[in-house]
Structure formats: structure tokens, C-alpha cells
């Protein structure tokens, strides 16, 4: 079952425009991941981002973390239309199969040049 | 160096056929995950495999799924008996730390699309 959820499920820009996009999960994790997803290719890590992290950056990208209510967000600024793909959130759980990644159903960001 | 490469990156197979989707993990990586994602969501687990030994399959939805990695590097998934739900991509991921570690960053391979007739 997928514990995240993206929103919104989808989003159009423009080029240049920044893009947000937000997860929200339900139990305790260890770390929030996102990653990106080319149509027809495999996921690639973009960020990760501990519990006890509030806010990471990575180039043009910055992730929020809210453990108090289970949601983080991820902005890209600048986009181009390479940053056209599916973006996934993926949580892991504390303790036992923590190493298990659980994902959200993706938001699919369409940048148009 | 190289990432992680599976194969094929497409199968077509007849219901009731027999299947086996292979994983080659970046080297010296000790875990190694499979996911199925089916069309429009997100990946779900499969199994996980901390180098030979399969520690989780929680996630193999029926007796027909079977996943094996002998020699700790190489994996394979084998689906008995395909079903048109077994239609989906499978990923394939690895990470260097074992389970001692916390999550360490999954790298995937580019997924096998199986479909199901």
C-alpha cells in the first residue's frame, strides 16, 4: 500500500517558473527521499532528508521536512524542460524493515519551453 | 562507474508463461531491493536481499513470485504462471550498506516492463 501522497497529482509551467510539490505520509520515518522518474526509465535520487532535519538544498533544488505533520515539500526553482518528469516521495519506517522505501503515487510536473 | 542494469527492458509474455527478469547491482553494493510499479503509481516493495541471504519478502504478492541471488550480486525475479495483473515495471535497486545501517541511498536500474497478455 503506499503510505506518501503527492500534491498535486499533476502541474503545468512555464519555463523559468519555480514548481512545488508536496508529500504527505502517516507514520514515524527515519528519512523522506525524493526522487525523479523519466517517462519509461528508473528512478533517480534527487535528495534525501532526515528526521531531524528541518530544510535541505541541493542546487536548484530545496526540500522542507514537517515531522509534526508528516508532510514535506520540494521546489524546484528555475525550471527548465529536462525537469519535465514524474517526482516520487518515499519514506522508510523506524525500526524493523526500515530499509524498505514506501512510496507516493508521484506528481507528474510538465515544464513547457 | 556503471550503474545498475537490468534485462530485459521489455518482456511480452502469454498468460500462464513463466518469466525471469534479471538485476545486475552496481558492484560491492551489499543490498539489493525489487519494486513493482504499476502503471500510474509509485513503486512498491518486493524483497530485499542483504548480499546472498533474502531477508524480507513481505512484499512478493502471491507464491508466484520468487527472487534469488546465489552469489550475493546478481539477482533474478522469477514470476511463475503470469497473470495479466502481474503487468507492471519492475525496478530493481541497490545501495551499498547492509542492514546494520540506516536507509542509505537506493540507486535503480532502469526497470524491466512486463506485460502480460
Redesign the interface.
Known sequence: SQQGEEDPQALSIQEGENATMNCSYKTSINNLQWYRQNSGRGLVHLILIRSNEREKHSGRLRVTLDTSKKSSSLLITASRAADTASYFCATDGRGAGSYQLTFGKGTKLSVIP | GAG?S?SPRYKVAKRGQDVALRCDPISGHV?L?W?QQAL??????LT?FQNEAQL?K??LPSDRFFAERPEGSVSTLKIQRTQQEDSAVY?C?S?FLG?AA??????????T?LTVL
Open positions: 545498475v537490468q543490498s531491493f519494486y500510474g503509481q509509485g513503486p512498491e516493495f530485499y524480507d513481505s512484499g525496478l535497486a545501495s542492514l540506516l536507509t542509505d541511498t537506493q540507486y535503480f536500474g532502469p526497470g516492463r
